[in-house]
């Protein structure tokens, strides 16, 4: 009797083995669809990507790197709807994915659900405190909802740890601007400028800044260099304000 039933524990292990090889067939080809659909992203193919991410899941529904690139396409195609879904997906397998985290919350800030964004800017904050983009994008929420102190708080956070960071400069500035701290604006423009010297907006807001704080030399300085740099509502403020 023993010796019948060997040919079928025999087959049991043959099914099983089978059954293994499938699965890693499909983890391999999952893989495949993934490194295919980065490369088409990177390549500006986002929705031929996302058609490879798709494919990429239907093999592997758990493949977390899956929904997180296709979330990272469909934020790029500006389906922030869908970008959140994925990212959700992604951090349900894995609570700690912190650029997951990171992008679902820039999703929700350009739906305008701020609250929501800084839920997530404030969750990544507690599991990396060194994650400087996330004090960036949270305080740039927080100046949304007209929360201006909490919004310098943060930019100064995040460039206590990454200080080369021009737009980080500019945005403080402009926050101290809306807080009527003139003088802390144009300190935080001249920054910018330092770290980016062609960037016309930077000489703008300066200008603007320094209109306000009456140094009207200075700011017609400036829009000439912002219209130089080809700013176009730079050239009309000299109209106005530079008659001399």
């Known amino acids: 009797m023993v010796a019948k039933n060997s040919?079928?524990?025999?087959l049991s292990v043959i099914l099983f083995l089978l059954g293994l090889n499938i699965s890693l067939s499909a983890q391999k080809n999952a893989a495949d669809y993934l490194k295919s659909g980065r490369e088409k992203h990177a390549r500006g193919q986002i929705s031929a990507a996302i058609a490879d991410y798709n494919k990429a899941l239907l093999l592997d529904k758990n493949?977390?790197?899956?929904?997180?690139?296709r979330g990272n396409?469909?934020?790029?195609?500006?389906?922030?709807?869908?970008?959140?879904e994925d990212f959700t997906q992604c951090l349900k397998l894995n609570p700690a994915y912190k650029?997951?985290?990171?992008?679902?919350g820039n999703a929700y800030y350009e739906l305008g659900k701020f609250e929501q964004a800084l839920e997530d800017f404030t969750r990544l904050i507690r599991l990396d405190s060194l994650y400087y983009d996330a004090y960036f994008d949270r305080g740039n929420t927080f100046y949304k909802l007209n929360r201006f102190r909490e919004a310098i708080e943060d930019f100064t956070a995040g460039l206590a740890i990454a200080p080369d960071e021009d737009h980080a400069w500019y945005d403080r500035g402009n926050t101290w601007f809306q807080t009527g701290e003139?003088?802390?604006?144009i300190a935080d423009y001249t920054r910018a400028i330092q770290l980016d010297p062609q960037?016309?907006?930077?000489?703008?807001?300066r200008a603007v800044a320094e209109l306000n704080a009456e140094m009207v030399n200075e700011a017609c300085a400036d829009l000439k260099k912002a219209a130089e740099l080809g700013d176009k509502e730079a050239k009309t403020y000299q109209n106005e304000f530079c008659k001399f």
């Open 199 to 205: 960037n016309p907006d930077f000489y703008f807001n």
């Open 73 to 84: 396409a469909q934020f790029d195609q500006k389906n922030y709807r869908a970008a959140v």
């Open 7 to 10: 040919p079928m524990i025999r």
């Open 63 to 69: 493949n977390t790197e899956g929904y997180y690139y």
């Open 99 to 104: 650029d997951a985290l990171y992008n679902r």
């Open 182 to 185: 003139f003088e802390k604006a």
